[in-house]
């Protein structure tokens, strides 16, 4: 049986406003609904091949080290290939990685990486930030699945955070995505284009542009 709040996600109700997880790169809360990611909800950063979304989620994973917060990142793509988690960006962000748990699955089921999520969760807030890195054939998920995330993201207060490789922008995981940022590299490749595709917690039509000037700092110049 699915709960209130997941029942009126799926109805694309918008929810009272909840805590968040800041990215810190300050420019780019402003945009943000309520100024971060938020907890206790799905959210998702969609792109082609190369557009920068794990550029900026292990920003956002490094960020959450820094202030303390236990981060884990689901890997399910397939090993010795491109993609996934690659440590070196995180090195150059700052992130100390013994504090990062890293989980690799098997990339020919994507469900074993929700399975993972599901396991990470039921730990009882062990975690607060939860990355769920999907390869790019993962287009659909189970609903059913993504319901018990949803459920366990609420009693654990985790962020759960998809990286999906879209054909379109437009293209999501489904109505269970609070918050969902499209990633595109620019022309410049020193730039990249995020913009809020959905959000149930407002600030649809808000975009940004980071600059990637040095290794271990991303500057956000936001237009709307």
């Known amino acids: 049986m699915f709960s209130r709040a997941a ?3 799926m109805r694309g109700v918008d929810l009272a406003p909840r805590e968040v997880l800041p990215s810190g790169i300050a420019p780019l809360d402003a945009i943000l609904p309520h100024g971060g990611i938020p907890r206790a909800r799905l959210s998702e950063i969609s792109g082609r091949r190369s557009s920068g979304k794990r550029t900026l989620a292990t920003a956002l994973c490094s960020h ?6 236990q981060v884990a990142w689901i890997d399910a793509h397939k090993h010795g290939r491109s993609g996934g988690f690659y440590p070196l960006p995180a090195l150059e962000f700052g992130a100390p990685l013994e504090q990062l748990l890293l989980v690799r699955v098997s990339a020919d089921d994507p469900r074993h990486a929700l399975k993972a999520a599901d396991l990470l969760l039921a730990a009882g807030g062990a975690v607060s930030l939860l990355v769920i890195d999907l390869p790019p054939h993962a ?20 962020t ?8 379109t922008p437009s293209a999501s995981l489904g109505t269970f995505i609070a918050l969902q940022l499209a990633v595109r590299r620019k ?3 020193a730039h990249l284009e995020v913009q809020i595709i959905k959000s149930k917690l407002g600030k649809m039509a808000c975009g940004g ?13 936001t237009t709307l």
């Open 7 to 9: 029942m009126q996600a």
């Open 64 to 69: 959450a080290i820094s202030c303390g917060e």
């Open 139 to 158: 287009l659909h998920q189970p609903t059913a699945q993504l319901a018990r995330l949803q459920r366990g993201a609420e009693k654990s207060g985790a």
């Open 160 to 167: 759960l955070l998809f990286i999906t490789e879209r054909p």
């Open 187 to 189: 022309a410049s490749l």
């Open 209 to 221: 542009e980071v600059a990637l000037n040095e290794p271990h700092s991303l500057h956000l110049h």
